[in-house]
C-alpha cells in the first residue's frame, strides 16, 4: 500500500480469539510473520513497562515546576521501578505484592511509635 506523503507501507491486521481487532504499518516490506510476532511481543513488554512504572511509581505525579526537580523525580522514579523490578526477577512476586509489602510494613511501624497524634474531637 502506498501512504501519501510517506510512500509504501504494508499493513498487518490481528485479529484475537475474543474478536478485538488490531492494525498495525510498517515501512518494512520484507517483514516475516515471525519477525512481526516478535516486535508485537516488545511492544507488549514496553506497555506493560509504562503501566507498572505509572501504577506503582508515580513518574506522572512531578507537581514540581522547575525543570531540575521534574528530572530528579523522574530520576528516582525510573530509580524505584528498577529497584522493584530486581526484587520481582528475585523472588518471583508481583508488583503489586511487594508495593502492598512496602506500604503495610510503613503502616506496620508507624502504628507502633505514632510521630503524629490527632488532636481529640471538640464537638
Not at 520481582?88 to 502504628?111: E, M, N, P
Request: glycine share 6%; proline share 3%.
Amino acid at each position: 500500500m502506498h501512504l501519501k506523503g510517506f510512500g509504501l507501507i504494508r499493513l498487518f491486521k490481528f485479529v484475537a480469539i475474543n474478536g478485538s481487532i488490531e492494525y498495525w504499518a510498517t515501512n518494512r516490506l520484507d517483514l516475516h510473520p515471525l519477525a512481526r510476532l516478535r516486535y508485537s511481543e516488545n511492544a507488549w513488554v514496553i506497555e506493560a513497562y509504562h503501566r507498572g512504572i505509572k501504577q506503582f511509581c508515580g513518574i506522572q505525579h512531578a507537581s514540581a515546576r522547575s525543570a531540575r526537580a521534574q528530572r530528579n523525580h523522574i530520576g528516582f522514579a525510573l530509580r524505584a521501578f528498577l529497584r522493584l523490578e530486581v526484587h520481582s526477577l528475585r523472588s518471583g512476586r508481583s508488583w503489586f505484592d511487594l508495593k502492598f509489602d512496602i506500604i503495610r510494613s510503613a503502616v506496620r511501624a508507624y502504628l507502633a511509635t505514632p510521630s503524629l497524634a490527632l488532636l481529640p474531637p471538640t464537638a
